[in-house]
């Protein structure tokens, strides 16, 4: 449940914001609320953004299931 931004700035310096969710989710809507959201209050975007890489990490197998990518 953890998720990492690593924002890197017109200027080339690289920025990295972490936080742990409070719960499991996998709704895109969610996770782009949040990373919106640091964005916003850190500033960054004023200044002009590169690139942003997006990790999420720390998923437990109980929070997961596999899904079968070809079943009907």
Known sequence: RQ???RIRRANGKVF???TQLSHFSDQASTLLRTMIQFI???SLHESGIRSIDIELSGFS???IEQLDLFSS
Do not use: H
């Open 3 to 5: 998720l990492t931004l």
């Open 16 to 18: 990295v914001i972490d």
């Open 61 to 63: 197998d109980r929070d």
């Open 40 to 42: 916003t209050d850190s």
